[in-house]
């Protein structure tokens, strides 16, 4: 197994100041639904299907540690994504405002306290974990690594839940 871990960034001081180009919004309320049927190879090897409903919505969690809750939203690329292809909008308050900071992903969410966010996008092909830091109002990546993936994780397709 090869890994491949990429530094990203140092990181400056900045305060929590509201920026003035952003407008104040308030957080929304996102839940995405999907129906997944997994195949994987079993022991001894057969082959074995998973029928799965995944559903994700929005996190509240202070992710900065200055005492408010922030937001994790799910912000799917299309009706059919599963669980790899998601996707979430970073949002912080500043002063009762939501000001979004970016998307990061595809992948899992494993982490989310204090600044840090972590995220891990496991695939057959390849694993790929990444960390996110809050800088002020800036949403930063530190570190990605990636290793190989393997032949006997799950594969499927996903739709949008009715």
Do not use: K
């Not at 920026?19 to 129906?35: F, M």
């Not at 929005?58 to 200055?66: A, F, I, K, N, S």
């Not at 390849?126 to 990605?144: A, E, F, K, N």
């Amino acid at each position: 197994m090869r890994a491949l871990v990429i530094a990203i960034a140092s990181i400056p001081m900045i305060s929590h100041a509201v920026p003035t180009a952003r407008r104040c919004a308030a957080i929304p309320n996102v839940v995405h639904q999907v129906d997944c049927r997994l195949h994987s190879i079993g022991p001894a090897p057969r082959r074995e299907a998973t029928a799965l409903r995944w559903r994700f919505e929005t996190e509240r969690v202070d992710l900065d540690g200055d005492g408010e809750l922030d937001a994790l939203v799910p912000a799917p690329p299309l009706a059919s994504s599963g669980p790899r292809e998601l996707r979430w909008r970073v949002i912080v308050m500043r002063n009762g405002c939501a000001v979004e900071l970016g998307t990061i992903g595809p992948g899992d969410v494993t982490s989310a306290t204090a600044g840090r966010i972590e995220i891990v996008d496991e695939s057959p092909a390849r694993t790929t974990s990444s960390r996110y830091v809050i800088v002020g109002d800036r949403l930063v990546l530190v570190w990605r690594t990636s290793t190989d993936g393997c032949d006997h994780c799950p594969r499927g397709s996903c739709v949008a839940a009715e």
